[in-house]
């Protein structure tokens, strides 16, 4: 049995579609069972399941949901299967970075792989990458190239080029890559995935090999922007692991309903037509959907750019392999070693040189995208052959960081998303770049966009699914609030949400402990919800609100009505809205109606008849 053939069924699943799939009775034994025939000679994989590894991780993952009282909605992973780059730790797996003769096995889980896994996440590989991730083509590993998965002679992309592409085949409903020049963006851009790598410092560091390690991101793989973002939002946060892991802010705003989107004034193709003419076209597109497109000088990017292969950062490279450079030379790709080595070429004071420019041209950078929601550039320029990055393997790679190599140097944000297909059947990706701790933001305006396209996801064929609502843990940066009334979805005052980037996250019933009221004398009609002995429960709608903007909301809402805590069916304890008792006086009391949207109807058929 090949699992890539026995998980033809649920190829192309999205997380929402493997929860379904559990809600429904389905056994995580019987559905992960498959990823134990990983196919041996699929060089995307350097570690596969095994029986024992499986084993451990069902046991695990028994005793999470047991101490989750049996909610499955408490683990928003749960029996998810997912796979990480093999630099990332995990315990018991080996560590190798691509390089055989460098393999440890960790007694730890990287603090990301540690958080996913405690949310029900089932690891089943460790995949391919350029060595150290050191490149951005999937071409310089001694596990030997990963081939694209739309067609095998061209590059997958790297460094997370195994990552890439067990995402994109089906393989792992998502998987950890890293990012230091691209690398968690060109592997997306060419396998037509969704590829978000975070603002630095918000997904921990801690268990991964150091590439830059002033500049290295651990990034994710999706078929659609909603799985990412849940992703980033449950493996990131605060890690005293990782001494450059960095407290959030809540200070994103959400964008306006047209974006302003800078776009480089000359965009470089090297002279790829194809390629040129599939960014014209999304262009084209993110104008259709509101965004206004205006032209900036992209000369400071690209002098930024230069300073991570032309400057002294290669030195940091040079300290994570150090040890062995010094003891197995030969153990090192031979393109990676002549990358590394450069580092002798360098002194303290060039250093400290470099970091003055950093300084200045990050200024410059961050004055021009000032006034502008994100930029909005190719992912990549082009697209290169397995053969001929062989043959000239430094010019190309080099190539296809022109619209990556500046964003963590700049310290900014950027989300890689699927554009659809050039002529010759490959795909094209565009990728926002946006303020540090735009993530959110980006990922709101993405998921507009992956609808928009309404594109086949990754290379499994499978077709996008309607857009659904974001469930489970709320997003990163965000307040949950349960609204009860005119706040509802198509209610008069939901736009109070929709207008500060708010997103529906479910629907559901409160606690049997409240009571509905419909107020007296308010417009628009507005209901009452009170705590009572006598309690039913209600429906109501839970929205994730940008915690920037819940104080403006909170100030929008008119006494007698407040802002408290309640008590979901489930036992969650959420914000929402709440009624001081004073205002009962000459209400209706409306809780046989079960919620504020059914007693509207019935008004309405009222007035009908």
């Known amino acids: 049995m090949n699992a890539s053939t026995d998980t033809q069924s649920r190829s192309g699943w999205t997380v929402a579609r493997w929860q379904q799939a559990y809600a429904a009775g389905a056994a995580p034994g019987d559905l992960l069972a498959p990823y134990l025939d990983l196919d041996p000679q699929d060089n995307a994989w350097i570690a596969r399941l095994d029986d024992s590894r499986l084993a451990a991780q069902l046991r695990e993952l028994d005793e999470r949901l047991e101490a989750a009282g049996g909610d499955r909605a408490r683990l928003p992973l749960y029996g998810v299967p997912f796979a990480i780059k093999d630099n990332i730790d995990a315990a018991g797996w080996p560590t190798t970075a691509g390089c055989p003769e460098f393999a440890y096995v960790p007694e730890q889980d990287a603090t990301v792989v540690a958080r996913l896994r405690a949310a029900g996440a089932v690891l089943v590989g460790k995949t391919n990458l350029d060595q150290f991730a050191t490149g951005l083509v999937g071409t310089r590993s001694p596990y030997g190239p990963v081939a694209n998965s739309f067609d095998p002679a061209y590059v997958s992309g790297g460094s997370s080029s195994g990552s890439a592409s067990v995402v994109a085949r089906g393989l792992a409903v998502f998987s950890l890559g890293t990012d230091t020049a691209g690398s968690g963006r060109v592997p997306a851009g060419f396998n037509n995935l969704v590829g978000l790598k975070p603002t630095r410092g918000w997904l921990s560091t801690a268990g991964v090999v150091p590439a830059c390690r002033t500049l290295d991101c651990v990034s994710v793989f999706a078929l659609t922007v909603d799985d990412a973002s849940l992703v980033a939002g449950i493996a990131g946060g605060h890690d005293p692991r990782d001494p450059y892991s960095r407290v959030r802010p809540d200070s994103a705003l959400p964008w306006p309903s047209a974006p302003r989107l800078a776009v480089p004034a000359h965009p470089e193709f090297h002279g790829d037509e194809q390629s040129r003419r599939a960014f014209e076209q999304s262009l084209r597109d993110l104008q259709a959907l509101g965004a206004v497109i205006e032209p900036i000088d992209f000369t400071p990017f690209m002098e930024l750019a230069?300073?991570?292969?032309?400057?002294?950062?290669?030195?940091?490279?040079?300290?994570?392999?150090?040890?062995?450079?010094?003891?197995?030379?030969?153990?090192?790709?031979?393109?990676?070693?002549?990358?590394?080595?450069?580092?002798?070429?360098?002194?303290?004071?060039?250093?400290?040189?470099?970091?003055?420019?950093?300084?200045e041209l990050t200024g410059v950078i961050h004055a021009a995208l000032s006034g502008f929601d994100a930029l909005v550039v190719p992912t990549a320029p082009s697209i290169y052959t397995i053969e001929q990055l062989l043959a000239d393997p430094i010019a190309l790679n080099s190539r296809l960081g022109h619209y990556t190599n500046f964003a963590n140097l700049a310290d900014l944000s950027a989300l890689a998303l699927p554009a659809g297909m050039r002529e010759d059947g490959l795909p094209t990706g565009i990728t926002l770049i946006g303020a540090a701790w735009q993530d959110d933001a980006l990922a709101v305006f993405g998921r507009a966009w992956q609808a928009s396209r309404a594109l086949p996801l990754g290379a499994t064929g499978a077709p996008a699914p309607a857009a659904e609502p974001a469930r489970g843990v709320p997003q990163t940066g965000t307040i949950r609030v349960a609204v009860v009334g005119a706040h509802l979805t198509g209610m008069p005052l939901n736009h109070q949400l929709t207008s500060r980037g708010a997103v529906l996250a479910e629907q559901t019933l409160t606690a049997a402990t409240y009571r509905l009221y419909a107020l007296a004398n308010t417009m628009p009609p507005k209901p009452g919800l009170v705590h009572s002995d006598r309690g039913a429960s209600l429906i109501v709608e839970l929205w994730d609100v940008p915690a920037a903007a819940f104080g403006g909301f909170v100030a929008e809402v008119p006494a007698p009505l407040g802002i408290g805590t309640l008590e979901l069916a489930d036992g969650r304890l959420v914000k929402g809205f709440i009624c001081e008792p004073r205002a009962l006086q000459g209400a209706r009391d409306i809780t046989e109606f079960g919620g504020w949207r059914a007693f509207i109807a019935s008004l309405n058929t009222t007035t009908a008849r």
């Open 306 to 359: 230069d300073l991570l292969y032309q400057g002294p950062w290669v030195a940091e490279r040079f300290c994570a392999v150090e040890s062995l450079w010094r003891e197995q030379p030969e153990a090192i790709h031979p393109v990676v070693r002549s990358i590394v080595e450069q580092a002798s070429r360098y002194t303290a004071a060039d250093a400290f040189r470099a970091e003055y420019r950093r300084a």
